[in-house]
């Protein structure tokens, strides 16, 4: 059960839009996730709502490790360019 639970997490339904709009920023997905956090420890929170917004979480977690990743390379080369 728990590992079906971390496989949806991984790889969500496809009945739910992971992406809002086509060039999600890495600071709307920030936003994104604090809303979605504080809504998870609030009073509001809704079971039914509750696996669509923690596998959104998990996609925008992933978007931005994957940004980070990408920048960080991006960086690395400018300054390695710089070296020459």
Avoid: Q
């Avoid at 739910?16 to 920023?25: A, C, E, G, V």
């Avoid at 890495?26 to 923690?54: H, N, Q, R, W």
């Amino acid at each position: 059960m728990a590992e079906d639970l971390l496989s949806r997490l991984r790889y969500p339904s496809n009945n739910y839009s992971m992406s809002t709009k086509k060039n999600l920023t890495y600071k709307e997905a920030v936003a994104e996730i604090e809303e979605i956090m504080a809504k998870l420890e609030g009073d509001d929170l809704d079971v039914d709502e509750l696996s669509k917004d923690v596998s959104r979480a998990a996609f925008l977690i992933k978007y931005c490790k994957d940004k980070l990743r990408h920048t960080e390379e991006e960086v690395n080369k400018i300054i390695d360019s710089l070296d020459e």
